[in-house]
């Protein structure tokens, strides 16, 4: 039994496989405390009860045994993320070949959204795509306004392709998380020839 989200079967003779992506919430990178508090019970059973656990990265098995003593290490496993097969191959250069600088993904308050924008603003040649994450807040359009008004691009969901060709052309990635579990954009950004600008995070080192 591999759960999908740390649920424990009713039949104690399956064995039973976990996959940890990351301790976020351990870490106090995301708080509600009424989600967390049945969270971290889901989770906290879920760990105690694995057979066999997978980690997504080294830093997350580190993490895992550092937060849940007593787990026997033999039974942790380290197994990375893979890509999607679109990234098999390199995408188009287009006519606005690195004239922007690229942030993929969430914009929660530990990824440091903002230290991107901040580094865009220093030079008034570069624009800044910014994909996924969910709708742009009004705090957000407002900062962003602010500071790099007219240079900034919102693609809400793009294609793998799309996203893809994001990455062939853009100079950079920016990726300047404190916390991570693994960092997928990191190495969809590599298998297309794109640099990445990171904080010294121990996950996103060792991606």
Do not use: M, W
Not at 86 to 114: D, P, Q
Not at 165 to 172: I, R, T, V
Request: hydrophobic letters at 35%; charged letters at 25%; a positive charge.
């Amino acid at each position: 039994f591999h759960s999908s989200y740390y649920r424990v079967p009713k039949n104690k003779n399956v064995k039973r496989v976990l996959t940890v992506h990351d301790f976020s919430h351990e870490k106090g990178y995301i708080s509600n405390f009424g989600r967390l508090t049945h969270y971290f019970l889901l989770k906290r059973r879920a760990i105690y009860n694995a057979d066999k656990i997978i980690c997504i990265s080294e830093t997350t098995k580190k993490d895992l045994l550092n937060l849940y003593p007593g787990i026997d290490e033999s039974n942790v496993y380290v197994s990375y993320n893979g890509l999607s097969s679109a990234y098999r191959s390199l995408g188009e250069i287009r006519e606005n070949y690195k004239t922007f600088c690229l942030y993929v993904g969430s914009r929660a308050s530990y990824k440091n959204f903002y230290d991107a924008v901040e580094s865009v603003k220093i030079s008034k040649d570069i624009n800044l795509y910014i994909v996924g994450g969910g709708a742009l807040t009004e705090k957000e359009k407002y900062i962003l306004n602010a500071k790099i008004a007219g240079r900034y691009i919102f693609i809400q969901n793009p294609t793998d392709e799309e996203l893809k060709d994001y990455y062939k052309n853009s100079l950079c990635l920016l990726y300047p998380s404190l916390y991570e579990g693994f960092g997928i954009p990191i190495i969809e950004a590599f298998s297309q020839g794109c640099p990445v600008i990171i904080y010294d995070t121990p996950a996103c080192i060792e991606i």
